[in-house]
């Protein structure tokens, strides 16, 4: 199989081919998301409340990062993989901002990186750039300043809030960004973004007139289920096909039926 390239991903907002990305954390996920044809794999810091039960992003440190992430590599044949750089690891300080990008490309083998910001972080992008690390913005919610926002609510309804992203999503793709997220947002600056950048721009909660979608796979797989924004669709109903299994096993266990004669030496 040929590896998914940000070469590729240009192509395809040239081709108007839309972009598929999830999350993922794990080796055994991330083989059936990459084996099922996804074209980008998002190691996202959203493993912090995901994977640890953290109530945000910020706990998740750059060590707990890479073995996610090394975990999703060994596991990807196809997908590009995009690493989220963790809250504290990036901010305000580039040179360890570029420290931070070398270890997860060094440390998990990686393809790309992924920061929240725009103008507050471009030195810092540009030296990750220019050590070779391919870097995908993220602007509109950036989960990482929620304690800033004070509410998970859509950004950027206000015209000054707008006219920032869109600065900032030009700064980002003048600064060399492959690629930007942008996460809950009006569907028509979304669309206006897409429109003036000649990167891809990959929406979460930002209506379908960009170039590519995202979402956190156990939300997706309704593994989650107490977070139901509006932008979330479930493609499946996990949580009551593993609740279920769960429940079938310790009545079996509890009724000598597992295991039977055919399952036993
Ligand atoms: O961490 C994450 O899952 C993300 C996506 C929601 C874009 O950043
Ligand atoms: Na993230």
């Known amino acids: 199989v040929k590896r998914v390239t940000t070469h590729t991903l240009q192509a395809m907002k040239q081709n108007g081919e839309k972009i598929s990305m999830l999350t993922a954390y794990d080796y ?114 950036t989960p990482q300043s929620i304690y800033k926002f004070g509410t998970y609510s859509v950004r950027a309804k206000e015209e000054a809030e707008a006219k920032k992203l869109i600065e900032d999503a030009l700064i980002l793709q003048e600064c060399g960004c492959f690629a930007i997220v942008l996460e809950k947002v009006p569907r028509q600056l979304a669309a206006r973004v897409a429109q003036q950048l000649h990167i891809p721009v990959i929406g979460i909660g930002a209506g379908p007139n960009v170039d590519g979608q995202v979402l956190v796979l156990h939300d997706m797989l309704g593994i989650t289920k107490d977070f139901n924004p509006r932008f979330l669709r479930r493609y499946a109903d996990l949580h009551s096909v593993i609740t279920e299994a769960v429940a079938q096993y310790i009545k079996d266990v509890k009724a000598v039926d597992f295991p039977n004669e055919s399952e036993s030496y």
Not at 51 to 75: C, F, K, N, W
Not at 107 to 136: C, N, Y
């Open 28 to 141: 055994s996920l991330a083989k059936l998301v990459d084996a099922a044809g996804i074209d980008v794999i998002l190691v996202g810091d959203s493993a912090s409340n995901v994977m640890a039960g953290h109530e945000t992003t910020l706990p998740i440190t750059l060590d707990q990062m890479i073995y996610h992430a090394s975990s999703v590599v060994r596991a990807a044949k196809r997908a590009l993989v995009v690493v989220d750089m963790p809250f504290g690891s990036y901010q305000g300080n580039s040179s360890e901002a570029l420290r931070s990008a070398i270890r997860i490309m060094k440390e998990s083998g990686a393809h790309a990186i992924k920061m929240e910001g725009g103008a507050e972080i471009k030195e810092s992008v540009v030296r990750i750039l220019s050590a070779g690390i391919p870097v995908m913005g993220h602007l509109g919610l």
